[in-house]
């Protein structure tokens, strides 16, 4: 069972920036697809990015220029999500999520965000 821990999550003010994290115990080489959700109080889950091993990385219209997923190079088996000038309604839990070769897809347990003054 691969597993999935976020970090990072917190309260930030508005206009603030967090840094999420997500380790994973899979292989590198396995992986199709690297991603960000989040669901907010009383909302569906949503997708906010994805970042495949090959092609272009995308955004959610109501993050793009704000947030951006990387991958670490070194060891490749923790991504991010930067998140810059945050505003209230990016308050919500952040999970990440991969997509594998086998098919199979594994979640992060989910991380709070909080953007309030």
């Known amino acids: 069972q691969v597993q999935l821990v976020e970090s990072g999550g917190g309260l930030v003010q508005p206009g603030g920036s967090l840094r999420l994290s997500c380790a994973h115990s899979?292989?590198?080489?396995?992986?199709?697809?690297m991603n960000w959700f989040r669901q907010a109080p009383g909302k569906a889950r949503e997708w906010v990015a994805t970042?495949?091993?090959?092609?272009?990385?995308?955004y959610a219209e109501s993050v793009k220029g704000r947030f951006t997923i990387s991958r670490d190079n070194a060891k490749k088996i923790t991504f991010y999500l930067q998140m810059n000038s945050l505003k209230p309604d990016d308050t919500a839990v952040y999970f990440c999520n991969i997509n594998w070769r086998t098919s199979m897809t594994s979640w992060g347990q989910g991380t709070q965000v909080t953007v309030s003054s």
């Open positions: 970042l495949p091993t090959t092609g272009t990385t995308t």
């Open positions: 899979g292989s590198i080489f396995s992986i199709i697809a």
